[in-house]
T-cell receptor, first 112, second 115 residues
Framework: AQSVAQPEDQVNVAEGNPLTVKCTYS??????LFWYVQYPNRGLQFLLK??????LVKGSYGFEAEFNKSQTSFHLKKPSALVSDSALYFC??????????FGAGTRLFVKA | NAGVTQTPKFQVLKTGQSMTLQCAQD?????MYWYRQDPGMGLRLIYY???????DKGEVPNGYNVSRLNKREFSLRLESAAPSQTSVYFC??????????????FGPGTRLLVL
């Protein structure tokens, strides 16, 4: 069965510092991986996805994610955090059907 | 474009009452989804519709029914609400047939409280 784990409930980082939000996955077959962000009282917004190709995927708002097949990880990164990046981040894996499995979410708090 | 819209934004029900959550998208997407979001559990798929005229169960379909009214609209019905259905409900859509590459676009959510 497909699964996604986000080991940290919350990540705290100072503005201007690099940030990492961790995600590991378990799939049978090729992984199709996504990151979404949710701002307060809003729906999820797409950030980036890995389907195939380059292990480093660039997305919206300066975010990027590194796909590591040997470690089955897909960590979200940003070189310099902004206070406005504070939100709830979800890693997700798509199976060959129509089902997307979401992680439990990681709350990012960026302090000024 | 409004994207994905949901009504109502907030609803309070008593146990046993019924209600329908409405969802519409104006992006000409073929596939639509209903999720529920509970603290610490991420989003879980309730039902989905790969294309107009088809619906299928997701991970947690019990207690819910859906209708794909047309290409634009996908409603979720609670026939007899239970406190366990207190949650935030999100509708989403994706472009083609729901393939693995597809990005989903989410509505703003409906917050439901069942007393």
């Amino acid at each position: 069965a497909q699964s996604v784990a986000q080991p940290e409930d919350q990540v705290n980082v100072a503005e201007g510092n690099p940030l990492t939000v961790k995600c590991t996955y378990s799939v049978s077959g090729n992984p199709y991986l996504f990151w979404y962000v949710q701002y307060p009282n809003r729906g999820l917004q797409f950030l980036l996805k890995y389907i195939t190709g380059d292990n480093l995927v660039k997305g919206s708002y300066g975010f990027e994610a590194e796909f590591n097949k040997s470690q089955t990880s897909f960590h979200l990164k940003k070189p310099s955090a902004l206070v406005s990046d504070s939100a709830l981040y979800f890693c997700a894996v798509r199976d060959m059907g129509f089902k997307t499995i979401f992680g439990a979410g990681t709350r990012l708090f960026v302090k000024a | 474009n409004a994207g994905v819209t949901q009504t109502p934004k907030f609803q309070v029900l008593k146990t046993g009452q019924s209600m329908t959550l409405q969802c519409a998208q104006d992006m000409n997407h073929n596939s639509m989804y209903w999720y529920r979001q509970d603290p610490g559990m991420g989003l879980r798929l309730i039902y989905y519709s790969a294309s107009e005229g088809t619906t299928d169960k997701g991970e947690v379909p019990n207690g819910y029914n859906v209708s794909r009214l047309n290409k634009r609209e996908f409603s979720l019905r609670l026939e007899s609400a239970a406190p366990s259905q207190t949650s935030v409900y999100f509708c989403a859509s994706s472009e083609a047939g729901g393939g693995v590459q597809e990005t989903q676009y989410f509505g703003p959510g409906t917050r439901l409280l069942v007393l």
